[in-house]
């Protein structure tokens, strides 16, 4: 790391799902802070939230509480980043963000760390992190990209819950008890019942659309963050299953040259930030329950498609708290420590 500087670093957003596991990593990777500052609506104002070992005190976002800040690592949803990150680059702080609110902007970068880190150069006071399903996907995309090219990709997903934050943990675990004891259920956070279901609909449809918001992201920020041009397919469907923590991915990937099942699980063997568990024959692939609480991104199942000689099968799972939102947060806020651009360029004006 460079220099000897410390940063006072916001966590907008630090009583919810990513917020929290945002604290727990900078704790974890000891990121040079010299002070942790937790903010949240008014809500929470004054609740302890846990940090390293010890607690801190949930301060109002607010025009006050943001003075003063070099850094904010944010995810306490798009409207909120929306009105506050320009105030925040105001006010001096560099912003990396977790929703989705900046990612498409073309002057924001969007960044998957050990994937683009050259992105974070050039960037006008606001860094976006991907969303969690792209997150993870591409991770393991970029290797084969490098490898063998990319003609057409094809991607099935099966997301847990706590993507959709605290409220919707707390529903999954409320609907599995009370369907088990018989009782009725009445769906709140999802449009029908979670638990003991899968539903084929993550976050919503826009009027005319016949794929989901969370399809659109997945299609555009792959797109976005490889650089693709419109010639290679992306197409997305996302479901939601029953599960905590760790989202698993279907992944039909068309490469430009041949790679085999064999070289494809080499490569990404030895590829920063994943790990190949592949043998099927002994029930060893990835799993969501093995994913929860890692940074590193599960491979296997990695299968010839015998539908096409340059396709491929793999079995991608990740934490979508940690590398898929909390993680990349901090490793992108230690690639800004590294390069020296903790900092606000001069005239940086975020345009909403
Ligand atoms: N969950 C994931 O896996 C994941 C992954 C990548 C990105 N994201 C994105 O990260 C964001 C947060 O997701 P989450 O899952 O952590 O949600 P969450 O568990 O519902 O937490 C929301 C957080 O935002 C705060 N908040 C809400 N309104 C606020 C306001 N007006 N001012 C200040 N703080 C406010 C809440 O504070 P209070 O306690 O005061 O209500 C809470 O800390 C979303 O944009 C989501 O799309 C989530």
């Known amino acids: 790391m460079s220099a000897d500087r410390q940063y006072r670093v916001g966590v907008v957003g630090a009583t919810g799902a990513v917020g929290s596991t945002i604290l727990e990593v900078l704790a974890e990777r000891r990121f040079p802070a010299s002070e942790v500052i937790p903010l949240a609506s008014s809500r929470s104002a004054g609740s302890k939230v846990p940090f390293g070992n010890g607690e801190l005190e949930v301060r109002e976002l607010s025009e006050e509480s943001i003075q003063g800040l070099d850094l904010a690592l944010s995810s306490a949803g798009g409207k909120v980043s929306a009105e506050w990150a320009p105030k925040l680059v105001e006010a001096g702080a560099v912003v990396v963000d977790n929703t989705s609110y900046w990612r498409m902007h073309d002057d924001v970068p969007l960044v998957v760390a050990q994937v683009n880190d050259d992105a974070v150069e050039g960037h006008n006071g ?3 992190n991907p969303n969690c399903t792209t997150m993870q996907l591409m991770v393991a995309l970029k290797p084969i990209l490098d490898a063998a090219g990319l003609e057409r990709l094809i991607v099935s997903t099966y997301q847990s819950v706590s993507g959709t934050g605290r409220n919707a943990i ?18 709140r956070v999802y449009p029908h019942q979670v638990a003991f ?6 976050e919503t449809f826009k009027e005319g659309d016949d794929y989901t918001t969370e399809e659109r992201k997945v299609m555009a920020e792959t797109r976005k963050i490889l650089g693709l041009s419109e010639a290679v397919g992306i197409s997305a469907t996302c479901a939601r299953v029953p599960v905590i923590t760790g989202h698993s ?20 063997s030895n590829s920063p930030g994943l790990v190949v568990l592949d043998d099927p024959a002994k029930a060893i692939y990835p799993l969501a329950i093995a994913a929860a609480g ?16 340059r396709c491929l099968n793999l079995w991608v799972v990740g934490d979508n708290l940690r590398k898929g939102a909390a993680t990349n ?10 390069r020296g651009l903790v900092r606000v360029p001069e005239g940086a004006a975020p345009v909403a």
Not at 249 to 268: A, F, I, K, M
């Open 294 to 309: 890692r940074d590193e991104v599960l491979v296997g199942r990695i299968r010839r498609d015998p539908s096409h000689e």
């Open 249 to 268: 991915e279907s992944v039909n990937v068309q490469t430009e040259t041949d790679l085999s099942p064999e070289e494809c699980r080499e490569l990404l």
């Open 197 to 202: 279901n899968v539903l084929p609909q993550v």
């Open 329 to 338: 947060a901090v490793q992108v806020a230690e690639l800004l420590h590294e």
């Open 170 to 187: 707390e529903e999954l675990r409320e609907q599995s008890q009370a369907i088990l004891k018989g009782k009725e259920i009445e769906p």
């Open 126 to 128: 606001i860094v976006a």
